[in-house]
């Protein structure tokens, strides 16, 4: 693991950049236990991620990769009208 992000608008919600790709944690304990996913949702798969952030307001997640550049997603679930 390279680096982490908390997503502060879901706080049992955290992403992990590894060597390959960004994975997401999600606990519906209160962080006694994590299941772990590959978050692919906008995400190049097996790509050495490096750097992550989540904005605190708006929910994007900004991931910086070795040799792949930087990506962008939006982590907030359109809402239903």
């Known amino acids: 693991m390279k680096s982490l992000a908390v997503d502060r608008l879901q706080p049992q919600t955290i992403y992990a950049g590894t060597d390959f790709g960004v994975y997401r944690g999600q606990s519906?304990?209160?962080g006694a236990t994590w299941s772990w996913t590959s978050y692919k949702d906008g995400m190049p798969e097996a790509v050495d991620v490096r750097a992550l952030e989540v904005h605190p307001?708006?929910?994007?997640?900004?991931?910086?990769?070795f040799g792949r550049g930087v990506y962008v997603v939006d982590t907030v679930s359109p809402k239903a009208p």
């Open 28 to 30: 519906s304990d209160g």
């Open 57 to 65: 307001v708006t929910g994007t997640l900004r991931a910086g990769t």
